[in-house]
């Protein structure tokens, strides 16, 4: 079993920035990647970032390229996205989440779930 927990979120103006954490606890070894995801309002969950857990190859959602890096640190078993340059259409509950089955696809396949943190991007 695999916990994840979320933190970072909160409330930024436009053009901001933050950075969000995810905590893994468990079987740590089992994991394949770790991914960032997202869910709106009234919207499906949407892939936003992953990476290889051991060779920090990372996938990145359009939407979010050249704004958002997602980085890990295995000595501390934890899992970081920065976000800059924040826009409304980033708000969000962010959800970190783990995937156990080996893949060249990282933006499916998800095992665990963190309980989210909610992002608000608002003047």
């Known amino acids: 079993q695999v916990q994840l927990v979320e933190s970072g979120g909160g409330l930024v103006q436009p053009g901001g920035s933050l950075r969000l954490s995810c905590v893994v606890s468990?079987?740590?070894?089992?994991?394949?990647?770790m991914g960032w995801f997202r869910q709106a309002p009234g919207k499906e969950r949407e892939f936003v970032a992953a990476i290889n857990w051991s060779s920090s190859g990372t996938s990145y959602a359009d939407s979010v390229k050249g704004r958002f890096t997602i980085s890990r640190d295995n000595a501390k078993n934890t899992v970081y996205l920065q976000m800059n340059s924040l826009k409304p259409e980033d708000t969000a509950v962010y959800y970190c989440?783990?995937?156990?089955?080996?893949?060249?696809?990282?933006?499916?396949?998800?095992?665990?779930w963190g309980q989210g943190t909610q992002v608000t991007v608002s003047s």
């Open positions: 989440a783990s995937k156990r089955r080996a893949s060249w696809n990282l933006g499916s396949g998800y095992d665990y």
């Open positions: 468990g079987s740590i070894f089992s994991i394949y990647a």
